[in-house]
Nanobody, 115 residues
């Protein structure tokens, strides 16, 4: 069965950093495009970052220069390094894996940026 398990969320002050990690199992990880979405209270889900199976990355304008997405196909892990965090980055962050018509979501991890 497919599992995407996020970790690394928490409470951080503005300007701080967090590293989210997503461990995948039950899929042929190397062929999947992987991504991170987030959902803030009262808002819809938005794509934050994506890394293709070949390693190409794209980022939402709001996080460019602050967030970095990477993957380790040997460990079936995709990470999101988040620097210079802002209160508006507060959200539940979801890991997503997509291949063709298949997509799988993790359960989400809470990131709160506040004093």
């Amino acid at each position: 069965q497919v599992q995407l398990v996020e970790s690394g969320g928490g409470l951080v002050q503005p300007g701080g950093s967090l590293r989210l990690s997503c461990a995948a199992s039950g899929i042929r990880f190397s062929i999947y495009d992987m991504g991170w979405y987030r959902q803030a209270p009262g808002k819809g889900r938005e794509l934050v970052a994506r890394i293709s199976s070949s390693g190409s990355t794209m980022y939402a304008d709001s996080v460019k220069g602050r967030f970095t997405c990477s993957r380790d196909n040997a460990k079936n892990v995709v990470d999101l390094q988040m620097n210079d965090l802002k209160p508006e980055d507060t959200a539940v962050y979801y890991c997503v894996g997509a291949w063709g018509r298949f997509d799988y979501w993790g359960q989400g991890t809470q990131v709160t940026v506040s004093f």
